[in-house]
């Protein structure tokens, strides 16, 4: 890890959510996201005295977010835009590369198969499912969930995780034990309600739900 790098990339991080964090400003970038302006017609899109509009826009060309660019026609006018991609930074930094997704619960019986099934729809990395605890089978309310949201859920035999991992997997634990007995480590934990316990359709739609946010979220950070 780099860390000065990582360091850096904070700091700037860090200067772009503080050059957003007044209201004024987001509304200036928000106009903008639209299309270019100049001055005087942002001052009036957005009913803000010149003077104010002045010293927003100074954080906002300052941070790199904003820039001008004179007019082809009154050479006397300048266009206000945004740079693109410098909002890019305000996201969390990428992860690692990884060839492979492994998703961890205790019983490897409905959360981390589900996981595996929705993570398999959102992305084309490769993706397994391990149980610290395996149990016998695939828990039928997982099931009857998966068929409810056509989502296809291969009917495999719950695995160990130590049968499962290999050195380069990026683990997903998706369940608190898992999470808290895993020698190993996990690069990432999602707190999931087990729907095991209640046993009912809202439970596993619930949790169906929850994972496929978070499966949502994390492909579009490793893709």
């Known amino acids: 890890m780099d860390t000065e790098r990582d360091g850096a990339d904070l700091v700037r991080r ?3 959510h503080a050059a957003l964090a007044d209201p004024a400003r987001l509304r200036i970038v ?9 001055p005087s017609e942002l001052a009036r899109l957005l009913e803000m005295p010149s003077n104010l509009l ?3 826009l100074r954080v906002l060309e300052r941070e790199g977010v904003v820039d001008r660019r004179r007019s082809e026609g009154d050479g006397r006018r300048t266009y206000l835009r945004l ?9 969390p930094p990428a992860l690692r590369p990884a060839p492979r ?6 019983a490897n019986s409905a959360r981390s198969h589900l996981a595996a099934a929705l993570w398999r729809r959102a992305s084309e990395i490769p993706a397994a499912s391990a149980g610290t605890h395996p149990a016998e089978r695939i828990n039928p309310g997982a099931v009857a969930a998966a068929t409810r949201h056509h989502l296809p859920l291969p009917r495999v035999r719950p695995r160990h ?15 608190d034990r898992a999470h808290e007995e895993l020698d190993l480590g996990a690069d990432i934990h999602w707190s999931v309600p087990d729907p095991v316990p209640a046993g009912t359709t809202e439970a596993f739609d619930d949790a169906l739900e929850e994972i496929g946010r978070r499966v949502d979220d994390l492909a579009r950070l490793l893709t």
């Not at 928000?30 to 100049?38: C, I, P, R, V, Y």
């Not at 740079?83 to 996201?91: E, Q, S």
């Not at 997704?101 to 205790?106: H, P």
């Open 14 to 16: 860090a200067a772009l």
């Open 30 to 38: 928000d106009t903008l996201t639209l299309g270019d302006a100049s």
């Open 54 to 56: 002045a010293h927003h």
């Open 83 to 91: 740079v693109r991609g410098a909002l890019d930074a305000l996201g």
């Open 101 to 106: 997704v492994l998703f961890v619960c205790t």
């Open 161 to 175: 995780v130590s049968e499962v991992r290999g050195r380069e997997d990026l683990v997903v634990t998706v369940c």
